[in-house]
C-alpha cells in the first residue's frame, strides 16, 4: 500500500494534518518506515516538517537545546557535546545514525533507545508545539503523545559527571542487552553528593534506579562505597526478554556493568 507523503513548512501545521486517523510523524524514518515495511497496516500517511529549528543545536549559557530533527550523526561530531558522542554513536551503526533523530529515539520502544537512556540520566525536559515537561514525564506518558516533539533541553553536564555504557552482544552496532547513563556530582571529599542513574532494557521504556541514586549519596565512588547501590541495581526493575537477552541475564548483569560504570571502568564490552 502506498503512503501519502505531506510535508509542512511549520511544526503546528504538521501538528494538524498529524490528527487525521492513521497518520504518523516522519523523522529520520527509522521506526515508522520500517514498521510500515513490515506490514503495519495502521499507518496510512506520513507528516514531516523543514521548520528549521528542528534540525538546529544550540550551546549556550551552560544550557543545551538539540531540535527533534537532529541526527545521531550531528550529536557525535558536535564539538560541544563530546560528553553525549559516545551515547549518538551507541544508536545502530553509520547508516543508522546518519537518519535517527533525537525526537525518534525518544518513542523507541526497548530495546531501542540508548540516547533517551542518557536524556534521563541528563534530566533533560522536552518540548513539543503544546509546551515542555521533563523527560521522565514525557516517558510516562509517551504512549498516548500525539504532539510532535520540537526539542530537548538540559543543563551542560561539568566535564567527568557524565557516563554512558551500552552492552551489546554483536560489534560495532548491535541491539542493546542494557544500557547505563548516570550524572554524579562529588562534594570536596570525594563522596557523591547527588546522582541520577538511568537503566535502558530494564523496562519497557528507560527508567531511573532511584533505589541504587539513593545508595550512593556520602558515599565515595570505591568497590566498598558502591557495594550497596549495586545491592538494590534492579530495585523496581521489570526487564525485557527478546532474542538478545532474557530478564533473568539483564538482571543478573546490570549490577557488574553498573560497578564498572560507576568505578570508571567502562570498556567496550559484548555483555
Known amino acids: 500500500m502506498a503512503l501519502a507523503l505531506q510535508t509542512f513548512s511549520t511544526v503546528r501545521d504538521a501538528n494538524t494534518a498529524l490528527k487525521a486517523a492513521g497518520t504518523r510523524y516522519l523523522g529520520g524514518g527509522t521506526l515508522v518506515v520500517r514498521a510500515a515495511n513490515e506490514g503495519d497496516v495502521s499507518v496510512s500517511g506520513l507528516v514531516r ?14 544550557t543545551v537545546r538539540i531540535g527533534a530533527s537532529v541526527t545521531m550523526a550531528a550529536i557525535a561530531r558536535h564539538p560541544d557535546l563530546t560528553a553525549l558522542a559516545r551515547a549518538a554513536r551507541a544508536v545502530g551503526g553509520p547508516a543508522i545514525r546518519n537518519m535517527a533523530t533525537v525526537g525518534g529515539n525518544l518513542f523507541a520502544p526497548t530495546p531501542y533507545g540508548d540516547f533517551t537512556v542518557a536524556l534521563l540520566a541528563l534530566d533533560a525536559s522536552v518540548s513539543t508545539d503544546d509546551g515542555h515537561m521533563t523527560v521522565e514525564k514525557f516517558l510516562a ?6 504532539a510532535i516533539v520540537t526539542s530537548v533541553s538540559f543543563a551542560l553536564p561539568q566535564e567527568g559527571s557524565f557516563r554512558f555504557l551500552k552492552v551489546s552482544r554483536v560489534k560495532p552496532k548491535g541491539v542493546s542487552v542494557l544500557s547505563i547513563a548516570a550524572t554524579l556530582e562529588q562534594a570536596a571529599d570525594g563522596t557523591v553528593s547527588s546522582a541520577r542513574i538511568a537503566l535502558g532494557c530494564m523496562a519497557d521504556r528507560p527508567m531511573r534506579a532511584m533505589a541504587a541514586e539513593k545508595a550512593l ?8 562505597g558502591i557495594s550497596a547501590a549495586l545491592a538494590v541495581a534492579n530495585d523496581g526493575t521489570s526487564p ?3 532474542p538478545i537477552a532474557s530478564a533473568w541475564y539483564r538482571s543478573e548483569v546490570l549490577p557488574v556493568h553498573l560497578g564498572r560504570l560507576l568505578l570508571g571502568q567502562i570498556v567496550d564490552t559484548r555483555g
Open 49 to 62: 516538517s523543514t521548520e528549521p529549528s528542528l534540525s538546529a543545536i544550540s550551546v549556550a549559557g551552560g
Open 240 to 242: 525485557a526478554t527478546d
Open 217 to 224: 549519596i556520602g558515599r565515595a565512588l570505591t568497590k566498598d
Open 141 to 146: 506518558a509517551r504512549d498516548g503523545n500525539r
